[in-house]
Structure formats: C-alpha cells, structure tokens
C-alpha cells in the first residue's frame, strides 16, 4: 500500500528557534507557524490530488485548505507552497510559452 505524505523542509535553524508549532492536518495538507524577523507567518504546504482524480477528492483537499486557512487568520503572513498537481487542458504547448519558470 502506497502512503502519500506531505512535508515542511525548513533549515535546521528555523526548526529549533523560529518555527514554534506545526500542525498536521492529513497526509496531503499540513502547517507551521513561527515569528520571521519580528512577524507572525504561518507556513502551509500541500500535496494535491492529481488533476484526473475525482472532483470530490479534489474539491475536499481544498475545503480543507480553506478551513485551515481561516483558522489562522491572526497571522500577519502567509505563505503557501506545495504541489498542486494542476492540468491545464489538451492545448498545453501554447499555453506553457506565456509562463516563466517551467
């Protein structure tokens, strides 16, 4: 049986003084929270289900996301990162020249 599991790499300094708590949510979505240079930042990362899956096991991973989200309103930064597994339509090759960073 396959596990998916999601991840927050951080330098080991930011591990032991700045990142004070980190909350797992599920295998696929997960947060951590910490003060950088004096301002209070949440740090969320996701792994999303594969564009071809079904809608409901795409659309629960972002409902998810949303109630965290709103749960850590109180911080006065967010980031987010992680691989949302997106797929834009067939005509994929004119779409990827207008994008930076492939």
Known sequence: MKTLEVALIVKQEWA???IH???YVNDRL???CGDF???RTV???VYAPVGDSKDDVKNDIYDLLDMQLR???H???FTLRGDFNARIGQD???LWKTVRGR
């Open 37 to 39: 240079d004096g301002i």
């Open 75 to 77: 911080y006065s930064r």
């Open 43 to 45: 740090i969320f990362s």
């Open 16 to 18: 032991s003084n700045i």
């Open 21 to 23: 708590k980190v909350e």
């Open 71 to 73: 749960t850590t309103l």
């Open 30 to 32: 997960l947060w951590g």
């Open 92 to 94: 994929r090759q004119s």
